[in-house]
């Protein structure tokens, strides 16, 4: 097993990650930015080292200076969390070129599937449905207009190396296309340093869930259940929850099936994620997320399976410890997003100082956060600031557990506003606690909680 590990991330993901090393007997080093000195993960680590200024691109995105901090360190591995490089081809072919196992999917997978276009080709091949699109990256606005318009309106404008729901524009009307384009290929170049789009048909009413996987790179593939994340602003998730509430067994079944399948088809190594839409009785593939989900405690909560764990294992050429057989699911995960946002103006972030921190407690909940009181949140970055994760027998239980977790939740600062109060009135919604809730809910219930109260 790896003597040395340099988490080159952030954030509560960095401290999760440093949790499980530290439980293995793992020595770890942590990053930090200028903004970051003296953030959880620093204080926690056993080394610490500064890349750069508070900007990503010159200090989490800086894969010359995590590099060279890992060398200089002793470390013999990297974990790259979710964001940031965790999906960058080049920066994983960069750690295995200096000797440094990079825990995650190696860089000959991250180029075939963090490319949405071909991930999209790859899946159809292994016979998994796809949405009407384009099967590669389109180069000008013109190609988009003839793909919209072979599709049908709406149709939703994708990043081609996109991930977290960053780089997606819905366009509804012929006459909004070259706006959208134009505002995309921008968007995807500052988030991702690559301009190229692809197009595919929107559904207005689907659910999203997803199959969170492990493979062993050799063909062997274990799915540890699905989740469903169709609360979400922005295509970005602020309420996850497994099993997938309400979807019918042979359905959950053909779904968790469909993403072993393709896995197994490409050799997946370590932990990933299988997303899809789901109309009806039909779904249909996204993309494939070759890193650990934010929203990864929920399985591991329902399951007993430390998701860490397995991808360091997985990296360090131990292959799995469980097996399909292991894997027994009880009860029901809801987890939800704290950010530093404001519901009531559009999640605008509302960057500050954290005065009052104070996370709740009591038994089956569980809350990963790297707030503390002075905590200063910058608009640097991803503005999270808590997932609060609860488990209970059945999902009345865990709904009126998350809400009573999310009252506890003492968080706030100075011009700071949080999704907290926003969260409580989802849960309570009548289309929610129906399990009858799309992607479309947050858009539905627009900025005003009392307007939500009355969706069922």
Same mark, same amino acid.
């Given at each position: 097993?790896?003597?040395?590990?340099?988490?080159?991330?952030?954030?509560?993901?960095?401290?999760?990650?440093?949790?499980?090393?530290?439980?293995? %007997?793992?020595?770890?080093?942590?990053?930090?930015?200028?903004?970051?000195?003296?953030?959880?993960?620093?204080?926690?680590?056993?080394?610490?080292?500064?890349?750069?200024?508070?900007?990503?691109?010159?200090?989490? !995105?800086?894969?010359?200076?995590?590099?060279?901090?890992?060398?200089?360190?002793?470390?013999?591995?990297?974990?790259?969390?979710?964001?940031?490089?965790?999906?960058?081809?080049?920066?994983?072919?960069?750690?295995?070129? &200096?000797?440094?196992?990079?825990? $995650?999917?190696?860089?000959?997978?991250?180029? #075939?599937?963090?490319?949405?276009?071909?991930?999209?080709?790859?899946?159809?091949?292994?016979?998994? /449905?796809?949405?009407?699109?384009?099967?590669?990256?389109?180069?000008?606005?013109?190609?988009?207009?003839?793909?919209?318009?072979?599709? $049908?309106?709406?149709?939703?404008?994708?990043?081609?190396? %996109?991930?977290?729901? +960053?780089?997606?524009?819905?366009?509804?009307?012929?006459?909004?296309?070259?706006?959208?384009?134009?505002?995309?290929?921008?968007?995807?170049?500052?988030?991702?340093?690559?301009?190229?789009?692809?197009?595919?048909?929107?559904?207005?009413?689907?659910? =999203?869930?997803?199959?969170?996987?492990?493979?062993?790179?050799?063909?062997?593939?274990?799915?540890?259940?699905? +989740?469903?994340?169709?609360?979400? #602003?922005? #295509?970005?998730?602020?309420?996850?929850?497994?099993?997938?509430?309400?979807?019918?067994?042979?359905?959950?079944?053909?779904?968790?099936?469909?993403?072993?399948?393709?896995?197994?088809?490409?050799?997946?190594?370590?932990?990933?994620?299988?997303?899809?839409?789901?109309?009806?009785?039909?779904?249909?593939?996204?993309?494939?997320?070759?890193?650990?989900?934010?929203?990864?405690?929920?399985?591991?909560?329902?399951?007993?399976?430390?998701?860490?764990?397995?991808?360091?294992?997985?990296?360090?050429?131990?292959?799995?410890?469980? +097996?399909?057989?292991?894997?027994?699911?009880?009860?029901?995960?809801?987890?939800?997003?704290?950010?530093?946002?404001?519901?009531?103006?559009?999640?605008?972030?509302?960057?500050?100082?954290?005065? &009052?921190?104070?996370?709740?407690?009591? /038994?089956?909940?569980?809350?990963?956060?790297? $707030?503390?009181?002075?905590?200063?949140?910058?608009?640097?970055?991803?503005?999270? !600031?808590?997932?609060?994760?609860?488990?209970?027998?059945?999902?009345?239980?865990?709904?009126?557990?998350?809400?009573?977790?999310?009252?506890?939740?003492?968080?706030?600062?100075?011009?700071? =506003?949080?999704?907290?109060?926003?969260?409580?009135?989802?849960?309570?919604?009548?289309?929610? +606690?129906?399990?009858? =809730?799309?992607?479309?809910?947050?858009?539905?219930?627009?900025?005003?909680?009392?307007?939500?109260?009355?969706? $069922?």
């Amino acid at each position: 097993m790896f003597s040395t590990i340099l988490i080159a991330n952030r954030g509560e993901i960095a401290l999760r990650v440093a949790r499980t090393c530290r439980e293995m %007997g793992i020595r770890t080093v942590a990053v930090c930015s200028d903004s970051d000195r003296e953030s959880a993960v620093t204080r926690f680590a056993d080394e610490c080292v500064r890349i750069g200024p508070a900007a990503p691109r010159l200090s989490y !995105l800086n894969a010359a200076a995590i590099v060279t901090a890992a060398l200089r360190t002793g470390a013999d591995a990297v974990h790259p969390g979710y964001g940031f490089l965790s999906e960058d081809p080049d920066f994983a072919e960069i750690c295995e070129a &200096e000797g440094l196992a990079f825990v $995650g999917a190696p860089a000959s997978l991250l180029s #075939r599937l963090g490319d949405k276009a071909q991930a999209r080709e790859i899946a159809q091949a292994a016979g998994l /449905p796809v949405l009407p699109g384009s099967s590669r990256s389109l180069a000008t606005l013109e190609q988009a207009r003839s793909v919209a318009d072979g599709i $049908g309106y709406p149709v939703i404008v994708k990043a081609t190396a %996109g991930g977290g729901g +960053r780089g997606m524009t819905v366009v509804r009307d012929p006459r909004e296309l070259p706006r959208a384009w134009g505002q995309a290929r921008a968007g995807a170049q500052a988030a991702f340093g690559d301009p190229r789009l692809y197009i595919e048909a929107f559904l207005d009413n689907a659910r =999203h869930v997803e199959v969170q996987v492990l493979g062993d790179g050799a063909g062997g593939v274990v799915e540890l259940g699905e +989740r469903d994340c169709s609360v979400q #602003r922005r #295509r970005q998730k602020l309420v996850e929850e497994t099993p997938a509430p309400g979807l019918p067994r042979e359905l959950a079944e053909r779904i968790r099936a469909a993403a072993v399948h393709a896995a197994r088809e490409v050799n997946y190594s370590g932990a990933g994620t299988y997303e899809f839409l789901v109309d009806g009785d039909d779904f249909f593939f996204m993309e494939v997320n070759c890193r650990i989900q934010v929203e990864h405690p929920v399985t591991e909560m329902v399951t007993g399976v430390d998701l860490v764990r397995e991808q360091l294992r997985v990296a360090a050429g131990y292959g799995l410890s469980v +097996r399909q057989e292991d894997v027994r699911p009880r009860g029901v995960s809801i987890e939800c997003r704290v950010n530093a946002e404001d519901p009531l103006r559009g999640f605008l972030p509302t960057p500050g100082v954290v005065e &009052e921190f104070l996370p709740p407690g009591g /038994p089956f909940v569980r809350v990963d956060t790297h $707030g503390y009181p002075g905590f200063r949140v910058t608009a640097d970055y991803d503005p999270l !600031l808590a997932k609060v994760a609860v488990w209970a027998p059945d999902r009345r239980q865990a709904i009126a557990r998350a809400d009573r977790a999310l009252e506890e939740f003492r968080v706030s600062g100075r011009g700071m =506003h949080t999704t907290r109060d926003f969260l409580r009135e989802v849960l309570g919604a009548p289309v929610f +606690r129906a399990a009858k =809730h799309t992607t479309a809910l947050v858009d539905d219930m627009g900025t005003g909680s009392a307007e939500l109260s009355r969706l $069922g």
